[in-house]
């Protein structure tokens, strides 16, 4: 509907009857450099009527006024100029308004700031670099585009978030996500509430002097949104579509065929015969009679009753009669739909941004999907000379299908198919010749498989039932941000803000009555509602002053107050009496029923100064203080500083004239960050608590944890040191940054022993360290009238090192924590290959004299560290080409290093001990009297521990991934003219589209530390779209 | 600019508005309590009890883990008559390479279970004196926290450790309540685990000697329990005449039940002869999850491991009302494997069945393995009679050693309610499994009758894992019969091995 409306516009839109007009030309460039100034704003004096320049710093303008005379040009941080009307092109050469020269304003904590002279390190996403992007969550944009940011996409599920990771984790069991902020204020929604399209900037705040003051929760970087604002005088508006498909990104594990399934079933049988104490001949004849009954099918038909004979092969004439491929009905190509539209614009006295947007994202697997609509409106008033306020309104409705995508569980739609072997028919076929069974009415019937064994998922269909079953999710989020600000005396201003997000989650599950997993028990539903509220009001006085022309001096002080609450309902029934009914009411058995309130909330003050003299010199401090929640009373208060400074070495005399080296800034901070997030349901760790539960229907209280009342806040010490160059006519330049995070007081839950009765208490223990270097490097290496090409890339290289831990050694999970050690070091059994002789697996054993030994017990095995999951190197390289109309730009998001352990894969590893589960083509490769020599053990029913967590299974995790590719088209301006439009965008975008990785099957986009969980993989989507302004 | 005096006025209107008051920086939780609120009556200390049974029967460490009843399973699964199926759960436990290594999240389940009750009863023997309230009241509640602690202590004794000396190292050994500085403790030797286990229950004989409870609630622990638990620690600690005593005491008012009642499915408390168990209802059916592991003929049943080793079914004979529970499966998927309907779940649709703790079938067995063992073999045929003759089992009449006959009739009258193991680590037994084949080393052939009506011959199956895991045959004393302690207390309590 809403292209057709587009159409219509674009078609009957642009006929419209000119009156007498001059059209005025010109070109605003930099009086310093000459370099053209893209944005300035023209305005006929004394009118509304306006333009902005284009990207080569020309604009031009119709004036109807015949009285019109004198033109206003505008550049942020430049001095206004007027200029007359004249019929001649206008060159207007705009000077510096203060010390700095046009330069990138960024978005930093509680304000904004001029990119070259700041002292902090701030990585600055614009929304043009996420508009196109087909991603519905803002945080699987951020991959590749800033230095430092660890951006990992686990789960392709549509709706997903990445986890995002700034300069390493500094936290061991607290929080290690960074803080969002949405307009200045911390974020409580959902991100993927948030339309990418809606998104000025994004900016990431990588050190103390840029997130101290947001320093209670800052530890782990801050990501500031800002959402669009009007600009331009006048009325713009933007309407977008786009439409596209997706696919796996990665093809899935390669597993044998059923003919090599059956033989190779047939010799696991026969092996386990035979270590069972039976005669060759008889286990041998035993596999043959048996192998049909274990898997429980024959699709060979039942012409062939002993498909596999006793020499191990395949009886002549044996041909399957069916083959289905599970993987392939469980996946889709998805349809993706977005469209947006936007209106602003600025009036003298008033900006606004008006917009809606809708995304239709189908996942690739069954019963996967995103849909969302968003609406927003942000609007900024001159109320007075003096005081100016403003409203950011946004909600979002969507509903994601979600089923179950990661976790081993038999449902797991990603792993369904892949577990599911092919000779075990999705639609029921008759045993004897192939053909399928049809119901009364003609249709073919789901085959649910009875007689599946258990690792073939008896008693289910996920493509028959994935149709009827339910995983739902419904949010309903509302962000809004109120504030006024007040300008109470020369320079000092008052701006006090109001701002609450809010989200109802609804969690729909429902299996049926009739087919699949909960059919014996009538069907199951539950429904979980969360509904979070937080707000934050704060109120900060600011004072800005230049005193003797030299010294400029900006000061901040405030005071702020954060509530966070979170309700949570949970209902779970069982017995529908009909299908068609999901709801709780309609089933007849409470399974359970629970929910609770948790509350959290800061109080907080804040105050910085900013001081530079000359703009060559700058200093920065910055101080906050936090009361949390979290905490007793006596050790509630946290606070958290900053210092830093940065010298524009280009400012200084003897470089000023320079001709090739147009900025060099040498800035350097140091400051402590806080963190007291112990997690989503640690709010009260510090006080002694009983639980409360239920014993068949009488009250029950029992101690589940130990309270620690001297619980104070994780503080992390942030040192950067940085250079900011440019050089060339800004055609080269970038920023190099070494950092040092150490955290201290790590909020840690000390592991305890378990026969204390808990196995851990949570302290303020432990040390931390992550070192790194950070390149950013932005060339033009050509640049002519007609065509450019701009290189970014940017590169991240860290250590994690342990530096104090409160005792010698802790195992958590795969890993282990030592001083001196980093906590992404794997510590595992170490695999010693396959022995030689009896086609078992081997694992190293520490024998009691020190040396290190071989076993076969796995049990018995010892623990070494195996490498880190750690990479050397990631980040992203950008290519972007313009020639006249046409723009090509791609991103290489890339990540060097590293191992990644392979619990996925290990499903299809088994010697035999699960019938029916698919073997991995790497398993023909398996040990027989004649393949001695080889990693992969010996066929056998009975169980080799092969598949436990080992060395074997670490893979390199190194991977370089086509992240994005865009191909845009603007249609002429001469044509653009005539039909009143600004611009007309057409293009072509495409994710994931190749990705250049090592170990096969495995999506190599896995979480940070190296673990996998059977989860959605990355799809690849290629989307065609158009954009248009006017 | 204009200087305005409103301003100052919103600005400080602001400042007060966003200013703290105490209210709204005191959170509390609204699913948890002070724990001071708790302990100070005695009614809100009877809380804990019922919470500390909640969770030590509901939590859930993996759906193979389903609170303490899943310990028992373990126990039988790596017995000599359960032939676990090799599906989800205990398949692992059953070829002994799960409970002896101590990564395994079993372990540290069922070690994490024990203790974190014992803290709790802790909790409630060192403040209750304390809490206002009433005074018998006061003493039923500490006898059950006694004998709660009793309980635990007395599974870590039949599992962690061998007791031929008694001079063995054990476990640890907690009786006050975990502080935030508290450090772990040296293990305590066999000997001393089961003194306070019997001290534990001597104290809590006189505090519940006047306490009757309500007879649906079977979980509460009244002197029958009490005397239960002293009739299996003196047993398992050599005490022969205590145990027959104390076995005779608990079984007082219990008498053995019918044969069809046998043929139940052991899924409800109100049986007449259980004396200890937990109870089920729809929404708090957690434990039930365990009878998705023992229930092998509920077609709603998940895992159906514990098929019976087809060996088992020889020592019954055919008049036995056990025997009727033997049934050759008839599922497509499983058919070869011998079921033992023993178990099944009460309300399949709900899946929901009661578990069951303490019977009088094993106090007579406890009785007549006591009297035997201390040279009355009169004495211990009788009691040994007494339940053949309720399950309509030919009686003992002599010849063959009555010792062993006792110790297969428990595997028999037992089987499936966690006794396998720990018989075979108190009694120096071994664990026995063999291939299940015909006289000439092939397949067992059976005839199996489908639901459609038609016949299969099909193989029959026995036992799958028939060695230890280190490829030797299971022998007495073996170290894969203990439970591990897992490694984060290996690694977090440097005074273990002190």
Known sequence: ?1030 | MIMKKNLFIIIIAALVLGSCSKDFLETKPTNAVPDDEVFNTVDNVETVINGTWAYMFEEFFTYAVPGYKSIHLTSDAMGSDVAVTTVYGLRDSYAFTEMTDNTKNRVNAFWTILYKVIDNCNNIIARIDNATGDDTKKQRIKGQAYALRANCYLTLASYYQFNRTGTEKAVPIYLEPTSSTSVGKPKSTITQVYQQVIADLQKALPLLKDYERNPAQKWKIDLNVVNGLLARAYLYNHQWTQAISSAVAARNGYPLMSGDDYNKGFNDLNNVEWIWAHGQTPNQSNASYNFHFLDVSTPAAYYQSFMADPYFKNFFDSADARFRLFDWDTLPDQEGYLRYKKFRFRDASALVGDLVLMRSAEMYLIEAEAYTRNGNNAKGAEALNALRTARNAVPYKGGGSLLDSILIERRKELWGEGFALSDIIRTGGTVVRKPFLSYTGEDSIINVIRADGSTLEVAAQGHLTLKQPDGQPFTAYSPYYLFAIPISEVQNNPNLNN
């Open chain 1, 1 to 1030: 509907m809403l292209q057709r409306l587009l159409l219509v516009l674009l078609l009957f839109g642009p006929i419209a009857v000119f009156a007498q007009t001059r059209t005025v030309t010109g070109r605003i460039v930099s009086a310093k450099d000459n370099t053209p100034l893209p944005g300035a704003s023209v305005l006929v004096k004394g009118s509304n009527t306006g333009t902005v320049s284009d990207p080569d710093g020309n604009f031009k303008l119709q004036v109807n006024d015949p009285a019109a005379t004198i033109l206003v040009i505008r550049f942020i941080g430049m001095e206004q100029q007027e200029v007359p009307i004249s019929n001649s092109p206008l060159n207007v050469a705009l000077r510096s308004s203060g010390k700095d020269l046009g330069e990138v304003e960024i978005v930093v904590a509680y304000g904004v700031a001029k990119k070259s002279s700041y002292t902090g390190s701030v990585s600055q996403i614009k929304g043009d670099e996420l508009v196109n992007r087909q991603v519905s969550s803002v945080s699987k944009a951020l991959q590749g585009l800033a230095a430092g940011v660890q951006s990992t996409a686990t789960s392709g599920q549509p709706g997903s978030d990445a986890t995002i990771r700034i300069r390493g984790v500094g936290s061991i069991n607290a929080s290690a996500d960074p803080l969002y902020v949405l307009d200045g204020v911390p974020y409580g929604g959902s991100l993927n509430a948030i339309n990418p399209s809606d998104i000025e900037s994004i900016s990431v705040l990588k050190d103390a002097a840029s997130s101290a003051l947001y320093g209670s929760r800052g530890a782990n970087g801050v990501i500031i949104i800002t959402t669009k604002k009007g600009r331009k005088l006048g009325t713009t508006i933007d309407a977008r579509v786009s439409q596209g498909f997706s696919k796996r990104a990665v093809k899935d594990y390669e597993k044998v065929s059923t003919d090599q399934y059956f033989e190779m079933y047939w010799e696991a049988i026969r092996n386990a015969g035979l270590t069972n104490g039976l005669s060759a001949a008889t286990a041998a004849t035993q596999a043959s009679t048996n192998l049909v009954r274990r898997l429980g099918i024959n699709p060979y038909g039942t012409a062939f009753p002993q498909p596999v004979g006793t020499d191990g092969k395949l009886v002549a004439g044996a041909k399957t009669l069916w083959n289905d491929d599970w993987n392939d009905a469980m996946q889709r190509t998805g349809h993706r739909t977005q469209a947006d539209l936007s209106i602003s614009g600025a009036t003298e006295k008033s900006r606004y941004y008006i917009s809606g947007g809708y995304l239709n994202d189908q996942g690739i697997y069954l019963g996967s999907g995103f849909k969302r609509y968003n609406v927003r409106s942000n609007v900024e008033i001159d109320a007075k000379k003096w005081l100016k306020i403003g409203l950011n309104l946004g909600g979002a409705h969507s509903d994601q299908q979600a089923p179950p995508s990661e976790d081993s569980r038999s449902d797991n739609y990603v792993n369904y198919g892949r577990l599911m072997s092919g000779f075990y028919p999705i639609y029921q076929r008759d045993r004897a010749t192939g053909a399928y069974l049809l119901d009364a009415k003609g249709d073919k019937m789901f085959d649910y498989g009875s007689y599946r064994p258990s690792a073939a998922n008896t008693n289910s269909n996920l493509v028959g039932t994935s149709a009827i079953d339910k995983h739902n999710l419904s949010r309903d989020d509302i962000s809004a941000r109120i504030y006024g600000e007040a300008t109470l005396w020369k320079g000092l201003k008052f701006k006090t803000s109001y701002n609450a997000d809010y989200t109802a989650r609804n969690q729909h599950e429902y299996t049926n009555p009739v087919y699949g997993f909960d059919a014996e028990v009538g069907g199951t539903v539950e429904k979980i509602s969360t509904r979070t509220f937080s707000w934050t009001f704060n109120n900060i006085l600011t004072y800005e002053q230049t005193f003797n022309e030299k010294h400029h001096l900006n000061l901040l002080a405030g005071q702020e107050t954060y509530k966070f609450t979170n309700t949570f309902t949970d209902g779970q029934r069982s017995g529908f009496s009909l299908l068609g009914l999901d709801e709780l009411s309609d089933a007849s058995l409470i399974k359970d029923l629970q929910g609770y309130t948790d509350t959290y909330n800061l109080y907080s003050y804040l105050g910085r100064a900013e001081y530079d003299y000359l703009g060559k010199y700058f200093l920065s401090a910055s101080v906050r203080s936090d009361r949390s929640s979290r905490f007793a009373p006596d050790h509630a208060w946290g606070t958290f500083w900053s210092i830093g400074g940065s010298w524009k070495a280009t400012e200084e005399d003897f470089l000023k004239g320079s001709s090739w080296l147009n900025l060099l800034t040498l800035r350097a901070s140091y400051g402590a960050q806080g963190n007291d997030n112990l997690g989503d349901d640690s709010y009260y760790n510090y006080y002694p608590l009983l639980n409360v539960n239920s014993n068949l229907g009488e009250g029950g209280t029992y101690r589940r944890f130990l309270y620690n009342k001297l619980l104070k806040w994780e503080t992390n010490l942030n040192l950067n040191i940085g250079v900011d160059y440019s050089m060339f006519n800004n055609r080269f330049g970038g920023t190099i940054e070494f950092f040092q995070r150490k955290s201290k007081d790590l909020l840690y839950s000390k592991p305890l022993p378990p026969s204390l009765g808990y196995s851990a208490i949570d302290q303020n223990v432990g040390a931390l360290k992550n070192t790194g270097v950070e390149v950013t490097l932005h060339g033009v290496p050509v640049k002519t009238r007609n065509f450019s090409w701009v290189v970014d890339l940017n590169m991240t290289h860290y250590k994690n090192k342990i530096t104090e831990l409160p005792q010698k050694e802790i195992i958590s999970g795969t890993k282990k924590l030592m001083v001196g050690r980093s906590i992404y070091d794997f510590w595992i059994r170490e695999w010693a290959g396959v022995d030689e002789k009896t086609g078992l697996p081997l694992w190293y054993i520490n024998n009691a004299d020190g040396t290190k030994g071989i076993t076969n017990n796995y049990s018995a095995a010892s623990q070494y560290y195996n490498s880190s999951s750690l990479p050397d190197l990631y980040g992203g390289l950008t290519n972007t080409f313009n020639y006249k109309e046409f723009s090509l730009s791609f991103l290489i998001a890339y990540s060097l290093g590293g191992k990644v352990l392979d619990q996925d894969y290990l499903f299809l590893l088994g010697t035999g001990t699960a019938a029916g589960r698919p073997f991995a083509t790497e398993m023909q490769n398996h040990w027989t009297p004649e393949n001695t020599k080889t990693d992969v053990p010996k066929l056998t029913t009975i169980q080799t521990n092969w598949t436990q967590t080992s060395s074997r299974f670490l893979y390199d995790a190194s991977y370089a991934r086509l992240k994005t590719v865009n191909l845009s088209y603007n249609l002429p301006k001469s044509l653009m003219e005539r039909a009143h439009l600004n611009n007309v965008q057409i293009y072509l975008q495409g994710e994931n589209l190749f990705t250049l990785y090592k170990h096969k099957g495995l999506d190599p986009e896995q979480s940070v530390g190296g673990t996998t969980y059977y989860r959605y993989p990355a799809i690849k989507s290629l989307s065609a779209g158009i954009n248009l302004s006017f």
